[in-house]
């Protein structure tokens, strides 16, 4: 039951104890003014405002997943100087550009809801495209390219075109929210950014050509993968539970799809030869 916060009562939050931690760290963590501008940013501030233990403990694990998520990005892009090896947007396979898209709508949304002052738009935007479509979808899909492929392969090169732009724009939209993390974030991007602070930099502006996306077809295809993906990895769990599989690899996946041009799509998707090695669905499903 939530009770109004008074001083009468002694239940007041102390924002001092939230960055700094109580006597007892254990009951009371240090939580940083990060995750205390989260808990700000992730609330409705036109309806009754709630905080306590767990709620505070929540965004501290949204911290948490925000700053694993860009320490992939980073730790990828070790070698990676966008002058010499950016991959021309028309040349990117169809995932790599329909990723782009999904960027180039985020940043949209995310400077929408901050013209109309409405901080928990932005907050739950970038949360959901750091878990649900970067760390589920295109991180576990790109993680063979990135570590198996040669320094300056195609595949590994076209991943890392779009982990460069994604931190470059990310770093800029989460700096009102998270400044000290954005910061870390921005100094650690190996290549000269122009800007020696990330609220030097400016907000993110998406390319022109990242609305394209991979076409009707294309973004309709991985629109269906995605949704795939999520079935087929409920089966390959129940799978390894029961253990019937290991890995994932030693699964084999038959796929029947009602929707003819569904259907037309997926078998195209599911050819391997004269492939990119990036667009074939075994490499999207991982089996």
């Known amino acids: 039951k939530g009770i109004k916060m008074s001083k009468s009562l002694g239940n007041v939050v102390d924002p001092r104890l939230v960055i700094n931690g109580g006597k007892n760290q254990k009951q009371e963590p240090p939580y940083g003014a990060d995750v205390l501008r989260l808990w700000v940013a992730s609330v409705d501030y036109s309806t009754d405002v709630l905080i306590g233990k ?3 403990a929540q965004v501290a694990d949204v911290y948490r ?3 694993g998520t ?3 990005m980073l730790g990828t892009l070790h070698d990676y100087d966008p ?3 950016a991959v021309p947007h028309a040349e990117l396979p169809t995932l790599d550009r329909y990723m782009l898209a999904k960027l180039a709508t985020l940043v949209e949304e995310v400077d929408a809801a901050f013209e109309a002052f409405q901080f928990f738009r932005a907050y739950q935007a970038l949360n959901q495209f750091a878990v649900v479509e970067l760390s589920n979808f295109y991180f576990d899909i790109g993680k063979d390219r990135l570590y198996i492929s040669a320094e300056d392969d195609f595949r590994r090169r076209s991943c890392q075109t779009v982990l460069a732009a994604t931190v470059r724009a990310y770093v800029r939209m989460l700096a009102p929210l998270a400044p000290h993390m954005a910061e870390d974030a921005f100094g650690a991007i190996p ?5 020696s602070s990330v609220f030097e930099a400016g907000f993110p502006e998406a390319e022109a050509e990242w609305a394209e996306g991979a076409g009707v077809e294309g973004d309709a295809l991985w629109r269906s993968v995605a949704l795939l993906r999520d079935e087929v990895n409920k089966l390959l769990e129940a799978a390894r539970n029961d253990k019937l599989v290991g890995a994932s690899l030693g699964a084999r996946v038959c796929v029947h799809a009602t929707d003819e041009a569904g259907a037309a799509r997926l078998a195209g998707a599911a050819a391997t030869e004269g492939g990119n090695g990036v667009d074939e669905l075994l490499y999207a499903l991982l089996v």
Do not use: V
Not at 191 to 195: D, F, I, K, V
């Open 54 to 56: 767990g709620i505070l």
């Open 191 to 195: 290549w000269n950014e122009g800007a």
């Open 83 to 85: 002058a010499k090896h």
């Open 65 to 67: 997943k925000l700053r």
């Open 70 to 72: 860009m320490r992939f």
